[in-house]
T-cell receptor, first 112, second 113 residues
Framework: KQEVTQIPAALSVPEGENLVLNCSFTDSAIYNLQWFRQDPGKGLTSLLLIQSSQREQTSGRLNASLDKSSGRSTLYIAASQPGDSATYLCAGARFGNEKLTFGTGTRLTIIP | DVKVTQSSRYLVKRTGEKVFLECVQDMDHENMFWYRQDPGLGLRLIYF???????EKGDIPEGYSVSREKKERFSLILESASTNQTSMYLC????????????FGPGTRLTVL
């Protein structure tokens, strides 16, 4: 059974700094790895999806990487802004399975 | 843009009541999902549906049932609400044909007294 872990549970960073969020998964037979953002009391918004055949995806100031051999994914945020403050969740999907397994998230606070 | 809507943002019910949570998506997606989210436990899948009238249990189906009579609508039913079902409930949809990006609704915060 796939298990997804995100450490740390919370992170505070001064505005303008670059930062990395970590995601670990136990099952290397992963089909894709997705990163979501969740604002307090709201639903999830998809940020990036990396297929198993890819190593990274970029969208604006965000870059996500996937290393299946080590069971790790990272989300890199460049030049952080207060509006980036949110909880970030990663989720993995297996081949032939529509279900996602979610991590418990990292709550990010950008300090102005 | 894909839009997933949920019938209520906040709901307060009493123990033993039958509760209906409704979810509607407007993008003709095949798959629809119901999750609950609790502090420290993350998102856990309750049920999902990959077609009209089709459903499959997720990780925590006990105490819940679902209905999908039309493609765009997926309902979560708490047959007899209990206090341990107090939670944030999130609905999602995805296009189908394997794992794909899921699009989430805004969530329903359910409190059972």
């Amino acid at each position: 059974k796939q298990e997804v872990t995100q450490i740390p549970a919370a992170l505070s960073v001064p505005e303008g700094e670059n930062l990395v969020l970590n995601c670990s998964f136990t099952d290397s037979a992963i089909y894709n790895l997705q990163w979501f953002r969740q604002d307090p009391g709201k639903g999830l918004t998809s940020l990036l999806l990396i297929q198993s055949s890819q190593r990274e995806q970029t969208s604006g100031r965000l870059n996500a990487s996937l290393d299946k051999s080590s069971g790790r994914s990272t989300l890199y945020i460049a030049a952080s802004q207060p509006g980036d403050s949110a909880t970030y969740l990663c989720a993995g999907a297996r081949f032939g399975n529509e279900k996602l397994t979610f991590g418990t998230g990292t709550r990010l606070t950008i300090i102005p | 843009d894909v839009k997933v809507t949920q019938s209520s943002r906040y709901l307060v019910k009493r123990t033993g009541e039958k509760v209906f949570l409704e979810c509607v998506q407007d993008m003709d997606h095949e798959n629809m999902f119901w999750y609950r989210q609790d502090p420290g436990l993350g998102l856990r899948l309750i049920y999902f549906s990959y077609d009209v009238k089709m459903k499959e249990k997720g990780d925590i189906p006990e105490g819940y049932s679902v209905s999908r009579e039309k493609k765009e609508r997926f309902s979560l039913i708490l047959e007899s609400a209990s206090t341990n079902q107090t939670s944030m409930y999130l609905c999602a949809s995805s296009p189908g044909q394997g794992p794909d990006t899921q699009y989430f609704g805004p969530g329903t915060r359910l409190t059972v007294l």
